[in-house]
């Protein structure tokens, strides 16, 4: 089946880049949620860190400081080095 990703960002010619290698396994991972700090997405968060966890997964939770922005240099890096995968959500 093939799909059609669109960038939300609005670039005339958006970057292409591969998908990330999916985890071998769920149980042991560490993985990241990223809240991006619109309404109720810690509610939608919640529900994912329950069901990882049952799966055996080490969750590990961050927020953004806003959704108006990308998130902080900082952040992506303490993510991109202490997690397997990483989630990011929202709910409106």
């Known amino acids: 089946m093939s799909r059609t ?3 939300p960002t609005s670039e005339l ?12 396994a769920i149980d042991g991972a560490v993985i990241g949620l990223l809240d991006i ?3 109720r997405g810690d509610v939608f968060l919640d529900r994912i860190e329950s ?11 961050y927020r953004k400081p806003t959704f108006t922005k990308p998130a902080p240099i900082d952040l992506r890096h303490e993510i991109a080095t202490r997690c397997d ?5 929202l709910a409106d």
Do not use: F, M, W
Not at 13 to 20: G, I
Not at 52 to 61: D, F, I, K, N, S
């Open 13 to 24: 010619s958006p970057a292409s880049r591969p998908r990330a290698p999916r985890l071998a």
């Open 51 to 61: 069901e990882l966890t049952a799966r055996g997964a080490t969750v590990e939770r």
């Open 85 to 89: 995968a990483v989630i990011e959500a």
């Open 37 to 39: 700090a619109k309404a």
């Open 5 to 7: 990703y669109l960038d």
